[in-house]
């Protein structure tokens, strides 16, 4: 039999060959806890009362074929990307000149910001330890100009707090292992799907090993009273799995116990000792109390997390406790997409003051796309005539400073957008030249409905740093611990913009290398 090529994979199954696989999809999924909790589309809340229910996490049936050349090269430039963020993140002085340029037309940067200086004004910091789990999140790009493309990697963007789907991404990928290894791919795939070119992320044990590793480096309890690490999270959390992997790992790797607090209840169930110890009350044990060596976020990244002004005043109050934050506000800011702007401006210093090595520095530029600003600057001027104009504008993306996907606007929606904004708000965005990767199929499987067709794959690396800030002597500061921390392979279909798992666009995918 022929071997597959790239434009007829994935293959064709039978109607018998697709019920096995599906129905040992799905048992598996919710075996090994690649599961969400379901949509309100799905299944109303009235019909899960006790919130009981879960349903298989979006997944695609088969591994995305993925170059193996970009997938390695994003591995091995993931340990200077975390060197790179973690070195903004201690030059306070570098991300001010970033902020100031958004403060009065960004009101959530503004905030983040005065919540820093108010943590200077009220004694200053007192932990000098910050823990980053990043992702860097990349599609391929084939140059279309050049004749032979090879293809090559292109950076969507950087995130600095809660990069999410660690979790999930090591059981999908240990799902299609399975998926593969009891018979469910066609033999016609065998070429193309072999043990050896499936790659397991390895995510979830790594991201916890990240998580104690600061949880060891907070050192001892100043308080006799028993360590914690603490999650912070959203009230309705969907995707709650993915984060309870991180937190069994932890328990069951590291033998470190973990709390879930939702942001909005954070000031009644922590306090700050006399030297700002933050100290943790479970609500089900009163009269039980545990010392909080890392308050891990994966809530308070979008401005829908602080509806009051308290919610601003507990991000205040978890910043100047003692526990390690990951992140940090200034570690926070530093994923802003004006910060990758900047980075990515031709012929600017700033890569080289961040990554002194400068082979290190062109690998890293190699990954970025074009990004222009929308200010007053030459460069803003140009980017202002391609974003008003129909014809040039839908070759770019415009993004405001903001996470966690649904927050961009498309080629052709962007000059009627631009055009009802103010143009004195402009600067808060950046454009971006669209990344094309090259065409590819799959099948998605997402609240049991099968979907087939084009898909649009985005790889993400996961990193861990954490890093001591440096004093007035030595601004530098020290980075102890730098390591690549798995992946995660995203799959949406190819008439999405938006490629969210979580927003409801893609599914979790894994790697099959070519
Ligand atoms: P967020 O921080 O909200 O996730 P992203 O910059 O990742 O913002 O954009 C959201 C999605 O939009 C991405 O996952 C991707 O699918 C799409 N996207 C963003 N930038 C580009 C680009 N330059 N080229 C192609 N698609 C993009
Ligand atoms: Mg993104
Ligand atoms: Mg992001």
Same mark, same amino acid.
């Given at each position: 039999?022929?071997?597959?090529? &790239?434009?007829?994979?994935?293959?064709?199954?039978?109607?018998?060959?697709?019920?096995?696989?599906?129905?040992?999809?799905?048992?598996?999924?919710?075996? %090994?806890?690649?599961?969400?909790?379901?949509?309100?589309?799905?299944?109303?809340?009235?019909?899960?009362?006790?919130?009981?229910?879960?349903? @298989?996490?979006?997944?695609?049936?088969?591994?995305?074929?993925?170059?193996?050349?970009?997938?390695?090269?994003?591995?091995?430039?993931?340990?200077?990307?975390?060197?790179?963020?973690?070195?903004?993140?201690?030059?306070?002085?570098?991300?001010?000149?970033?902020?100031?340029?958004?403060?009065?037309?960004?009101?959530?940067?503004?905030?983040?910001?005065?919540? =820093?200086?108010?943590?200077?004004?009220?004694?200053?910091?007192?932990?000098?330890?910050?823990?980053?789990?990043?992702?860097?999140?990349?599609?391929?790009?084939?140059?279309?100009?050049?004749?032979?493309?090879?293809?090559?990697?292109?950076?969507?963007?950087?995130?600095?707090?809660?990069?999410? /789907?660690?979790?999930?991404?090591?059981?999908?990928?240990?799902?299609?292992?399975?998926?593969?290894?009891?018979?469910?791919?066609?033999?016609?795939?065998?070429?193309?799907?072999?043990?050896?070119?499936?790659?397991?992320?390895?995510?979830?044990?790594?991201?916890?090993?990240?998580?104690?590793?600061?949880?060891?480096?907070?050192?001892?309890?100043?308080?006799?009273?028993?360590?914690?690490?603490?999650?912070?999270?959203?009230?309705?959390?969907?995707?709650?799995?993915?984060? $309870?992997?991180?937190?069994?790992?932890?328990?069951?790797?590291?033998?470190? $116990?973990?709390?879930?607090?939702?942001?909005?209840?954070?000031?009644? =169930?922590?306090?700050?000792?006399?030297?700002?110890?933050?100290?943790? @009350?479970?609500?089900?044990?009163?009269?039980?109390?545990?010392?909080?060596?890392?308050?891990?976020?994966?809530?308070?990244?979008?401005?829908?997390?602080?509806?009051?002004?308290?919610?601003?005043?507990?991000?205040? =109050?978890?910043?100047?406790?003692?526990?390690?934050?990951?992140?940090?506000?200034?570690?926070?800011?530093?994923?802003?997409?004006?910060?990758?702007?900047?980075?990515?401006?031709?012929?600017?210093? %700033?890569?080289?003051? /961040?990554?002194?090595?400068?082979?290190?520095?062109?690998?890293?530029?190699?990954? /970025?796309?074009?990004?222009?600003?929308?200010?007053?600057?030459?460069?803003?001027?140009?980017?202002?005539?391609?974003?008003?104009?129909?014809?040039?504008?839908? $070759?770019?993306?415009?993004?405001?400073?903001?996470?966690?996907?649904?927050?961009?606007?498309?080629?052709?929606?962007?000059?009627? /957008?631009?055009?009802?904004?103010?143009?004195?708000?402009?600067?808060?965005?950046?454009?971006?030249?669209?990344?094309?990767?090259?065409?590819?199929?799959?099948?998605?499987?997402?609240?049991?409905?099968?979907?087939?067709? *084009?898909?649009?794959?985005?790889?993400?690396?996961?990193?861990?740093?954490? &890093? $001591?800030?440096?004093?007035?002597?030595?601004?530098?500061?020290?980075?102890?611990?730098?390591?690549?921390? *798995?992946?995660?392979?995203?799959?949406?279909?190819?008439?999405?913009?938006?490629?969210?798992?979580?927003?409801?666009?893609?599914?979790?995918?894994?790697?099959?290398?070519?």
């Amino acid at each position: 039999m022929e071997p597959l090529g &790239w434009l007829d994979y994935p293959p064709e199954l039978s109607d018998a060959e697709e019920q096995y696989l599906l129905s040992n999809l799905k048992d598996w999924s919710i075996a %090994h806890g690649l599961a969400v909790r379901p949509a309100p589309s799905f299944i109303q809340p009235s019909q899960d009362p006790s919130g009981v229910l879960a349903s @298989t996490a979006p997944v695609t049936l088969f591994p995305s074929l993925f170059p193996r050349s970009c997938f390695e090269e994003g591995l091995a430039i993931q340990k200077a990307y975390n060197e790179l963020y973690s070195a903004i993140a201690r030059d306070e002085k570098w991300l001010q000149s970033i902020v100031e340029e958004l403060i009065d037309i960004d009101d959530f940067v503004a905030k983040l910001w005065q919540t =820093h200086l108010a943590v200077r004004k009220q004694g200053g910091y007192v932990q000098d330890i910050s823990l980053g789990l990043f992702r860097s999140d990349y599609m391929v790009h084939k140059d279309p100009a050049q004749s032979d493309p090879t293809p090559g990697l292109k950076q969507v963007e950087f995130n600095t707090i809660a990069s999410s /789907f660690g979790g999930l991404s090591s059981q999908v990928s240990a799902l299609h292992k399975y998926l593969l290894a009891i018979d469910a791919y066609p033999s016609s795939t065998a070429s193309l799907i072999k043990a050896g070119s499936l790659r397991q992320s390895l995510s979830a044990s790594l991201l916890a090993e990240g998580l104690a590793t600061a949880h060891k480096a907070y050192g001892n309890s100043k308080t006799s009273r028993p360590l914690c690490v603490l999650f912070i999270v959203q009230d309705a959390e969907r995707n709650v799995f993915d984060q $309870r992997h991180l937190e069994y790992a932890l328990l069951e790797g590291n033998g470190v $116990r973990t709390f879930r607090l939702p942001f909005g209840e954070t000031m009644s =169930h922590t306090k700050l000792d006399a030297d700002q110890t933050l100290v943790y @009350t479970p609500p089900s044990s009163p009269s039980s109390s545990f010392e909080v060596t890392t308050v891990y976020f994966r809530a308070g990244y979008a401005p829908d997390d602080y509806p009051n002004e308290e919610d601003w005043a507990a991000r205040l =109050h978890l910043e100047k406790s003692k526990a390690i934050k990951c992140p940090s506000i200034l570690t926070q800011l530093a994923g802003c997409k004006k910060v990758q702007q900047v980075l990515a401006t031709p012929h600017s210093p %700033h890569l080289q003051r /961040f990554l002194p090595d400068s082979e290190v520095a062109a690998r890293v530029l190699a990954t /970025f796309a074009p990004i222009y600003p929308l200010d007053d600057s030459e460069a803003g001027k140009e980017a202002r005539k391609l974003a008003t104009d129909p014809t040039s504008a839908s $070759r770019y993306v415009l993004k405001p400073q903001r996470e966690g996907g649904g927050n961009n606007i498309y080629r052709k929606a962007i000059p009627p /957008f631009l055009q009802k904004l103010p143009e004195t708000h402009w600067p808060a965005y950046i454009l971006m030249e669209m990344i094309e990767p090259p065409p590819l199929s799959n099948a998605i499987l997402r609240n049991g409905e099968l979907q087939r067709g *084009g898909v649009i794959c985005e790889l993400g690396v996961y990193g861990v740093c954490l &890093w $001591r800030d440096g004093s007035s002597a030595d601004a530098k500061g020290e980075v102890m611990e730098n390591f690549e921390a *798995g992946y995660l392979l995203r799959t949406k279909g190819d008439q999405s913009e938006e490629g969210g798992v979580a927003a409801g666009f893609g599914a979790v995918d894994s790697c099959c290398l070519v």
